[in-house]
C-alpha cells in the first residue's frame, strides 16, 4: 500500500467545508480530491489535539525521539512517491523536490535530538529553596505553511514542535495540501505518532484565521506573505498570543569590483529562477558594480535563454510552472509595468500558460515594480552602483531584510559589508537561496520576526520558560 493511500488521508473528524480538486499545474489535470476545514472545524480539532498533547508531553524523551527518527527515515524510505507529489502538485523540479526530502529528513533528526536538550538551569536564590527555570511544552501549535517549498515549510515548525511535546495543527495551502500537509500526516502516522497530535485542516484564509484565533492554540508560526503575515500578527496579538512570522523578502545579490563574473552569473541564475522564482530568499535585487555590469546582464541574459521551461513530470527542464494563473497575471503585469517605465527587457517577458520564461530586466531604477516590489517569479532586476556606500544603500533600501549574498574575491571584504546591511541571513560568495535544518532562519523588517526556526530557536519558539522553586518546608510569611 502506498504511504499516501487517499483513503487513510484524514486523521480524525469528518471536515466540513466541502471538497477541492488537486490540480497538476503543469497539466491542469485533477491529480486527487481532498477534504476541505471550514473555520467551524478548527475548534473540534484542537479540543482533540489539546486531549492528545497531554499524553504526549508525559511520554519519555527517548520515546518521542524516536518518532521523529522513524519519521526522518521514512521521508527518505518513500522519497520516490513523495517525489513525484512534489512535482507534480507544486510544479518543483526533481532537483528541488530531493532537496526538500533531504532537508524534511534533516529536520526531522535535528528535531529529535531537541527532545533530550536540558531543560532549564538552575538559578541562585536569596532565600532557602531550589530555583530553577524549565522548559515545558506550549501546548497545541498552530502552523500555517504556504505552497512554495510546501514541504519544508511545513516540516520546519511540526517537527521541533512535536518533539518538544505539542501537539500540532496543521493548516497547508489548498493548492499543496498534500505535499505540504497530509505526507506529514501520513509520515508521521507511519512513525507511530499517536492520533490526534498532527492534525491537517486545508482550507482557506477563514480556516487559517480559526486557527489563530482559537483559544486552545497559544502559539502560531507562520510562514507566508507580509500582508497576510500583517493580519496574522494583528489577530495573534489581540487573543495574546506568541507568533513566529517568516514572510516575504525582496533579496539582494551585490556583485562587487573584483567578483569573479562567470561565477556571480552563475550565482545569479539560480539565485532568481529556482523554482520559477518562488521563494521568499529568491536574488530580487541584483546590484552589480558597474565596471561589471553590461558584461553580467548580457552573461545573465544568455543564461536565461539557455534554460529549459517545460513540465518537470514529464520532462528534463531547469523551471517548471508558477502555482496558478493568479501568480502569472501577478508575475506578467509587473514585467510589463516595469517595462513601461522604462525598464529594458533583456531575455523572457514572454510565457506558455503558466510556464513563463527567466526574466532578465536592466536599467531599473528606485521606482521600477519589478525591483522594488516581491515578484515571486523568475525575474531578476539588474541595477548598477558605483561605490560600497552606494550598494549599502541600495541593498539597504526598502522594507524587506530577510536574506543577502555578496559575491567577491575578498572574503573578509565581503563579510565587513555584510555587517553593514540589515538582513536575518548572509551569504558571501553564495547566492541568496539556502537552507539548513542546523541553522536559524528568518529575516527582519518586513521580512518577519526574526529567526524562528533552527537549532536553539526552535527551544524558543516552541516551549514556555517555567520557573519553579522547592522548599524543604513551607515558607513563613508576616500575614
Known amino acids: 500500500m502506498p504511504l499516501l493511500d487517499p483513503t487513510l488521508w484524514q486523521d480524525g473528524p469528518t471536515l466540513t467545508g466541502g471538497s477541492a480538486p488537486v490540480v ?13 476545514a471550514a473555520p467551524a472545524d478548527v475548534a473540534e480539532a484542537a479540543v482533540r489535539a489539546l486531549a492528545a498533547q497531554r499524553d504526549w508531553a508525559r511520554t519519555t524523551h527517548p520515546e518521542r525521539a524516536a518518532v521523529l527518527r522513524r519519521a526522518g527515515d521514512l521521508f527518505t524510505a518513500h522519497a520516490d512517491e513523495l517525489r513525484e507529489w512534489l512535482v507534480r502538485e507544486s510544479g518543483s523540479i526533481p532537483g528541488k523536490a530531493d532537496f526538500e526530502l533531504h532537508v524534511a529528513a534533516q529536520e526531522c533528526y535535528e528535531a529529535a535530538a531537541l527532545a533530550s536538550r536540558p531543560a532549564g538551569q538552575v ?5 532557602p529553596r531550589l530555583s530553577f527555570t524549565r522548559r515545558v511544552p506550549a501546548g497545541v501549535v498552530g502552523v500555517v505553511a504556504p505552497f512554495n517549498a510546501p514541504l519544508i515549510l511545513a516540516i520546519r515548525s511540526v517537527a521541533p514542535a512535536l518533539a518538544l511535546g505539542n501537539a500540532v495543527l496543521l493548516k497547508p495551502d489548498r493548492r499543496t495540501a498534500v505535499c505540504g500537509g497530509l505526507a506529514l500526516a501520513a509520515v508521521f502516522a507511519a512513525a507511530g505518532l499517536p492520533g490526534g497530535l498532527l492534525q ?9 484565521a480559526a486557527v489563530v484565533a482559537d483559544p486552545r492554540v497559544r502559539v502560531v508560526s507562520f510562514t507566508g506573505s507580509t500582508a497576510a503575515g500583517r493580519s496574522v500578527g494583528e489577530l495573534a496579538g489581540r487573543h495574546l498570543k506568541r507568533v513566529h512570522l517568516e514572510l516575504g523578502g525582496n533579496s539582494a545579490l551585490v556583485v ?12 545569479a541564475s539560480w539565485g532568481s529562477f529556482f523554482h520559477q522564482g518562488q521563494i521568499c530568499m529568491t536574488a530580487g535585487r541584483h546590484l552589480v558594480h558597474a565596471s561589471l555590469y553590461d558584461e553580467y546582464v548580457e552573461r545573465l ?46 531575455a523572457g517577458g ?14 531599473v531604477a528606485d521606482d521600477t515594480p519589478a525591483y522594488t516590489e ?14 560600497e556606500e552606494e550598494a549599502v544603500a541600495l541593498a539597504s533600501a526598502g522594507p524587506y531584510g530577510l536574506s543577502l549574498g555578496i559575491v567577491t574575491r575578498d572574503a573578509a ?38 529567526a524562528r526556526f533552527g537549532g536553539e530557536a526552535n527551544l524558543d519558539a516552541f516551549t514556555e520558560l517555567r520557573w519553579t522553586t522547592v522548599r524543604s518546608t513551607p515558607a513563613g510569611h508576616p500575614f
Open 24 to 36: 497538476e499545474p503543469a497539466t491542469g489535470r485533477t491529480l486527487a480530491t481532498i477534504d476541505l
Open 301 to 346: 541574459a544568455a543564461r536565461a535563454e539557455e534554460l529549459a521551461v517545460g513540465d518537470p513530470y514529464r520532462e528534463r527542464v531547469h523551471l517548471g510552472p508558477l502555482i496558478d494563473r493568479a501568480q502569472l497575471d501577478r508575475v506578467h503585469a509587473l514585467v510589463e509595468a516595469s517595462t513601461g517605465q522604462g525598464a529594458k527587457l533583456v
Open 256 to 267: 562587487l569590483r573584483d567578483a569573479d563574473i562567470e561565477s556571480a552569473v552563475a550565482q
Open 413 to 450: 571584504r565581503g563579510l565587513d559589508l555584510a555587517d553593514r546591511i540589515p538582513t536575518g541571513i548572509a551569504h558571501i560568495n553564495d547566492q541568496t537561496v539556502n537552507d539548513e535544518a542546523v541553522a536559524p532562519f528568518g529575516g527582519v523588517g518586513a521580512s518577519g520576526t526574526g
Open 123 to 127: 538559578l541562585p536564590s536569596e532565600a
Open 200 to 208: 491537517v485542516l486545508p482550507g482557506g484564509a477563514g480556516t487559517g
Open 374 to 387: 516581491e515578484v515571486f517569479g523568475p525575474v531578476a532586476p539588474v541595477r548598477s552602483f558605483s561605490t
Open 350 to 363: 514572454t510565457h506558455r500558460d503558466l510556464f513563463y520564461r527567466p526574466t532578465v530586466l536592466a536599467g
